[in-house]
């Protein structure tokens, strides 16, 4: 059972899967490492925002084409406040726009191109273990249905997620974290009904925040902003939709179809950001260096950024055997990431409601929305970060 490999990859997520596709494709080999089962990673449900740069990606891997027949391209989105809502338009202030395609599919699409490309793959693993991280011959131990086994490769990618043990295979001296805990959560639903706008609704109440989304003509995603550690049981389906309701602009709130949920989780928000991403010939990507409240969907984005570096670099290793770009990937990784953190944290602060806000806070955001509304420079700026910043 043991291995010899060139990238050991820890995690199944859209990094790790996406990381080893891009590798096979330039020759390079890697195992992947799962903890959990094949289809409870297919399954979980997470945002559906994907960037110009992403879908570019995408097809460039080979990987587009779902995305681009069942996905939805929005070429702009909805803002709306205690003074009404306006719209920003992507196209016409970048030329560009996003998609919408869950990303549960993309997971799906995923584990399909490794299958077909014989890529190998290893659910539930247990006790994983990264060893010499700090040499050039690195390893990695873990257990499958009871029995211990190592793979041996030039390099570890950290693919494994927010609780993953890769980060913490960093010595405490070296790896320094920031981090901001938000005082609410997202209670989200998705529902078989068809979505109230054709667009999403990023709705700053002085009720609390709520956001419009979809996955497709006949299947909605709602968010409410909640109280943090709330259960989910503790909104009955009609608590959920009068709530929401009551945080959208008239029209909208008019034209809502309402209907039984499928699901009912509650997301916390923060921000959270390690660094380095790279401790000798082991290299963080995705959620295991990084994550980003849900406001404005960057979170799988910023991971298919880190990825392509990462697969760029390593690829330039085995190809050209030069080791520059394995050397800035954590700086070039964390420049594009810190620009995400911004958005998303500024974007969460406008349209959040906080206990610890008063007048002069309320009044503030009102102004800054006002100030969007009537300023194209304004829209230019969001519309940018919304479809993706280059780097
Ligand atoms: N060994 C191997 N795999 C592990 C380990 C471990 N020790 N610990 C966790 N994992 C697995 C998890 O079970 C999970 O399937 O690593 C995977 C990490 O996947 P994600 O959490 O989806 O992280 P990532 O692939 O970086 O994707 C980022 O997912 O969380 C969203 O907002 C985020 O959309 C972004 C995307
Ligand atoms: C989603 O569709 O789940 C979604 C969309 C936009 C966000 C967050 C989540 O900002």
Request: with cysteine; hydrophobic share 40%.
């Amino acid at each position: 059972m043991n291995r010899c490999t060139q990238v050991v990859i820890l995690g199944a997520g859209p990094s790790g899967l996406l990381l080893s596709h891009l590798l096979a494709l330039r020759g390079v080999e890697s195992v992947v490492l799962e903890l959990r089962t094949r289809d409870y990673v297919a399954s979980r449900i997470r945002a559906g925002v994907l960037e110009h740069g992403t879908v570019e990606l995408l097809h460039e891997a080979g990987l587009g084409a779902r995305a681009l027949r069942e996905g939805f391209v929005h070429e702009g989105v909805e803002l709306a406040g205690s003074d009404g809502s306006f719209r920003v338009d992507f196209r016409a202030r970048t030329g560009k726009a996003v998609t919408i395609y869950g990303q549960t599919e993309l997971q799906k699409d995923l584990f399909r191109a490794r299958d077909e490309a014989n890529g190998v793959v290893i659910d539930e693993v247990s006790d994983v273990r990264i060893h010499d991280a700090d040499t050039r011959a690195p390893s990695v131990t873990c257990t499958k249905d009871g029995e211990s086994f190592t793979v041996r490769a030039d390099f570890v990618a950290g693919c494994d997620g927010h609780h993953g043990v890769s980060r913490a295979a960093i010595p405490a001296p070296v790896l320094h974290t920031y981090e901001r805990v938000y005082p609410f959560g997202w209670l989200g639903i998705l529902s078989e009904t068809p979505p109230v706008s054709d667009e999403l609704i990023y709705s700053g109440h002085e009720r609390g925040f709520a956001l419009c989304s979809m996955r497709n003509p006949a299947l909605s995603r709602y968010y409410v902003q909640c109280a943090l550690g709330e259960s989910p049981d503790a909104w009955s389906d009609a608590r959920f939709w009068d709530e929401l309701r009551a945080r959208l602009p008239r029209e909208a709130a008019e034209r809502l179809v309402t209907g039984p949920s499928i699901e009912k989780s509650v997301t916390p928000l923060r921000s959270f950001i390690a660094e380095p991403m790279r401790f000798g010939s082991l290299f963080l990507a995705g959620d295991a260096a990084h994550i980003v409240p849900p406001t404005g969907a960057k979170g799988l984005n910023l991971a298919v950024r880190d990825v392509a570096l990462l697969a760029a670099a390593l690829t330039a290793f085995y190809g050209e055997r030069t080791e520059t770009l394995l050397d800035a990937y954590s700086n070039d990784a964390l420049a594009g990431v810190w620009k995400a953190v911004r958005f998303s944290w500024w974007m969460t602060n406008l349209l959040h409601r906080y206990d610890a806000d008063d007048d002069f806070a309320r009044r503030l955001k009102r102004a800054e929305l006002a100030y969007l509304r009537g300023s194209l420079a304004a829209q230019t700026v969001f519309a940018e970060n919304y479809v993706g910043l280059a780097r």
